[in-house]
């Protein structure tokens, strides 16, 4: 953001100090009207033509911009990434539980990693992690579905539950 001698424009687009427009002037006679008025000219729209300038306090306006700036991030909410790990042999039980905590995890907003980690012999065996993975996904359907397809990296198969978005195929 330019201000006073900074700005470049031969003619500039002004408003005054009120919100009124002056109209189309040279940039010196802008200067000038600021300077009696003891404020900034302050480039707003640098990239019209001609640029708009405002007369205004440029501390002010700086201060009250950030005040914005912090309210804006404040209301801001803050999606997490949860996650919860499970083997391709887990117990009816257990997967239940994992379940429960992954619901709560997405009913709170957040997004769920689900992954599968297989240990030695187990990875002969990749399919039950697959059919343990479309099992956990098609329990939580009703409230998320999966970002992307089932991924298989390393000894893990993972994939992301977004709550409420869109279902991609695998």
């Known amino acids: 953001m330019r201000i006073n001698k900074e700005i470049r424009a031969l003619k500039v687009r002004v408003i005054g100090s009120k919100g009124d427009q002056l109209g189309i002037l040279p940039i010196r006679e802008a200067l000038s009207m600021a300077e009696d008025a003891g404020l ?34 404040k209301a801001q909410h803050h999606i997490k990434v949860k996650e919860v790990k499970f083997k391709p042999n887990i117990d009816e039980h257990d997967l239940e539980t994992k379940l429960k905590q992954a619901r709560t995890f997405i009913e709170k907003g957040n997004k769920v990693k689900i992954t599968c980690t297989f240990r030695g012999r187990e990875m002969i065996h990749t399919e039950i992690g697959h059919e343990v993975m479309r099992k956990f996904c ?33």
């Open 40 to 73: 900034d000219l302050v480039e707003v729209v640098p990239n019209s033509d001609p640029p708009v300038c405002k007369i205004i306090d440029f501390g002010k306006f700086r201060y009250n911009q950030t005040k914005k700036d912090k309210e804006n991030k």
């Open 138 to 170: 098609s329990s939580v359907e009703d409230i998320a579905s999966p970002e992307a397809p089932l991924k298989m990296m390393g000894r893990s198969l993972s994939t992301v539950l977004a709550p409420g978005a869109k279902k991609k195929t695998e």
